[in-house]
Nanobody
Framework: QVQLVESGGGLVQAGGSLRLSCAAS?????????MGWFRQAPGKEREFVAA????????HYADFVKGRFTISRNNAENTIYLQMNSLKPEDTAVYYC???????????????????WGQGTQVTVSS
């Protein structure tokens, strides 16, 4: 199995930045997995944020984060990152790391095909 552990969440003022990390472990070939970030606000459906291919490109982003968030990965460290800049209060949510074997970054926006989920990390953006 693959375990995904997120870190880096916290409280930040609007306009600030955070960098989320997701460390993958287990006997796996990390580069075979497209990796992504999703988020879920209280009372809302979980939504796609960003995804990156197994070799680090291409990337795919939800429209509401384009130009503000950047997804990256370090396969040597089995880790993906989400650099979040210009944060808005509406970005407040639990952010989840996800892994999908062999899927395109576009297809990964559909949550039914996700193979592994992390436990989530809380991001709170104040006004």
């Amino acid at each position: 199995q693959v375990q995904l552990v997120e870190s880096g969440g916290g409280l930040v003022q609007a306009g600030g930045s955070l960098r989320l990390s997701c460390a993958a472990s287990g006997r796996t070939t990390f580069r075979n997995y497209a990796m992504g970030w999703f988020r879920q606000a209280p009372g809302k459906e979980r939504e796609f944020v960003a995804a990156i291919s197994g070799i680090g490109g291409p990337s795919h982003y939800a429209d509401f984060v384009k130009g503000r968030f950047t997804i990256s990965r370090n396969n040597a460290e089995n880790t993906i990152y989400l650099q979040m800049n210009s944060l808005k209060p509406e970005d407040t949510a639990v952010y989840y790391c996800a892994a999908s074997f062999g899927r395109t970054v576009q297809a990964m926006s559909g949550m039914a095909g996700i193979d592994y989920w992390g436990q989530g990390t809380q991001v709170t953006v104040s006004s």
